[in-house]
């Protein structure tokens, strides 16, 4: 997602829109994102959980924003760091986010010499890892994270391939995610029934409440 330049994506997005043609889901995200991000003042902070090679890190700069960047993955790490690592508006985390602190085995696909299969990378093995390698993980407490950080955070974009349930469940019971701008969530029902069943919940949860900042749609 977000693979584009921001010129790129406008130019198709318009010839989307001058044929009449209803854009696909991603393709509407990233309008809503380009739109979200225009509102940010420069400046501020953006935390990218699940940075995988930068394309998020990269237009979150683009807007003048400073960027902590999440990416467990060995392979994308590598990548990520190659992009941003001396960038001083870049700060990368080589660890996993979840609900508690802990570790973890990280699931690889078998086919990450394209780098873009790392995409798939999760603490949950699923199909798609069958004979993939294996890696130990560590993963943070995300609320303690938050916590830490003694400056408001503008935008926390979550794509974390699973563990995203976990960690909105733990932000929603510590109350944490009232002191964030807009929370940007990828889920993946598809990973298995009781995901998809713990998704479920959090969108009649965040319903219920009439929490207005935290988007389960993006992505």
Known sequence: MLQ??????????????????????????????????KTIPAGGLFI?????????TRHALGY???VIAFEPDPTALEVLTRRFGR?????IVPKAVGGTARKATLHQR??????????WSSLFEVFAHAKGPTF???????????KDIQEPIAIVKMDIEGAEAECIEAMLDDGIYRSIGRILVETHERLSPDLAARIRALRDRISGENIANIDLDWG
């Open 87 to 91: 960038d001083k508006r870049v700060t």
């Open 64 to 66: 003048g924003m400073r």
């Open 4 to 37: 584009e330049s921001y010129l790129e994506f406008v130019l198709r997005w318009h010839l989307y829109r001058r044929w009449h043609r209803p854009p696909r889901p991603k393709r509407q995200a990233e309008f809503n994102f380009h739109q979200l991000m």
């Open 110 to 119: 078998p086919d990450t010499s394209n780098v873009r299969m790392t995409e």
């Open 136 to 146: 130990a993980v560590e993963v943070i407490d995300l609320v303690e994270f938050l």
């Open 48 to 56: 990218d959980l699940g940075a995988n090679v930068g394309d998020v």
